[in-house]
């Protein structure tokens, strides 16, 4: 999108009201970035010298814009300035972080997160705070920001006060309806006599989505989940169903069988550590195998080696089978894995 930049002076004594009734306008102008020195100066016509159309606003309690997503907006009034810019707007159906080497997801409440990415620049010459409020609101239901305070490094409180000639990078975040309507971003900024109310539209269906889905994976394809710094890739690599198993025993190779009416389904499964850090990876107990809607857990086998997970140093990898004692007639058959406490990813296996 093309950045505009636009210019929110009032006037030094505030937009003080008296029995409802504003004595200062508000003005918005489109100004050229950086600002020329002379645009915010306007004419009783609401002209700027240089030509350029100024919109002039009855102020009552709050004064309200209205400016497209990704517009920079300047909220102004004499040693006091901020730089506010929403941008990159995307959806999510699951927010995922760590803490320490063990990976957390967050899951929204409504159908997806919706999270923005906002600049500020304090361009005056005094210490400024943000806008306190940030609210969605998209088609007649309103949203209030979400907090995430583990989730992102920059995570937006309302509380941030910016020095002189700082920038920061903060991300907010809303737990939404799924619809494709227009959505407004309302910020209010209450550094000023009175606050002003600034609105940005959306189009929701030109917003990115990037949903996560890790059931009915085929077997050998791998789930991969974690941050930038703690991350790692699981998978199901390979399955049998048989009557019996063999293992190493004190006389050599010998023979388990099932017990009648039932199967032996031997699942492999490999993790590698593809993160900067530690991580902790699942374990037996978090393994569960699904035979026509029935669950069963890994059975304590004789097998040598057998899958067990754990924490993984960066670059490591780790394997083997897991048994599961099941029904010898299935139709279907799955083995979910937790990868955190609230986030399975799962695999067909017939």
């Known amino acids: 999108m093309e950045r505009r930049r636009y210019l929110l002076a009032l006037a030094a004594a505030g ?7 504003a004595e200062d306008d508000a003005t918005v102008e489109e100004v050229d970035d950086p600002p020329a020195e002379d645009s915010n100066e306007t004419d009783s016509t609401g002209e700027s010298d240089s030509g350029t159309a100024t ?6 309690d709050t004064e309200q814009t209205v400016f497209e997503f990704g517009d920079t907006v300047e909220f102004s009034n004499d040693d006091v300035s901020l730089e506010f810019r929403p941008h990159d707007a995307r959806f999510r159906n699951v927010l995922i972080y760590n803490t320490g080497s063990f990976i957390q997801s967050e ?8 999270l923005i990415d906002v600049s500020m620049t304090n361009t005056g010459e005094e210490s400024v705070g943000v806008p306190s409020e940030l609210q969605l609101v998209a088609g007649s239901t309103q949203y209030d920001r979400t907090q995430f305070p583990f ?10 006060e910016l020095r ?19 959505a407004s971003l309302f910020a209010e900024w209450s550094s000023l006599t009175d606050p002003v109310t600034t609105e940005w539209r959306l189009d929701l269906d030109t917003v990115e989505r990037d949903l996560v889905d890790l059931t009915r994976l085929p077997v050998g394809r791998a789930a991969e989940i974690g941050t930038e710094t703690a991350r790692y890739r699981i998978a199901v690599q390979d399955v049998t169903f048989s009557e019996t198993y063999t293992y190493d025993g004190f006389d050599g190779r010998e023979t388990e069988q099932a017990d009648p009416g039932r199967q032996w389904a031997q699942v492999g499964i490999g993790v590698e550590n593809i993160g900067e850090r530690s991580v902790s990876v699942p374990t037996r107990f978090d393994t569960q195998l699904i035979a026509d809607g029935q ?5 304590i086998s004789r097998l040598s080696e057998t899958y067990s997970g754990g924490e993984l140093a960066p670059g490591a990898a780790t394997g083997g089978p897991l048994l599961f004692e099941i029904p010898d007639r ?12 609230d986030l399975a990813a799962s695999w067909e296996l017939r």
């Open 330 to 341: 299935v139709s279907n058959a799955t083995v979910s894995i937790d990868l955190t406490t």
């Open 15 to 21: 937009v003080a009201s008296t029995a409802g009734c």
């Open 55 to 60: 919109e002039e606003t009855e102020s009552d």
């Open 107 to 114: 899951h929204p409440d409504n159908d997806l997160f919706l």
């Open 164 to 182: 002189p000639g700082v920038t920061q990078e903060a991300t907010v975040g809303f737990e939404i309806s799924d619809t494709g309507e227009e």
């Open 295 to 299: 669950q069963y857990s890994p059975t």
């Open 151 to 160: 989730v992102f490094d920059q995570n937006y409180t309302g509380f941030e």
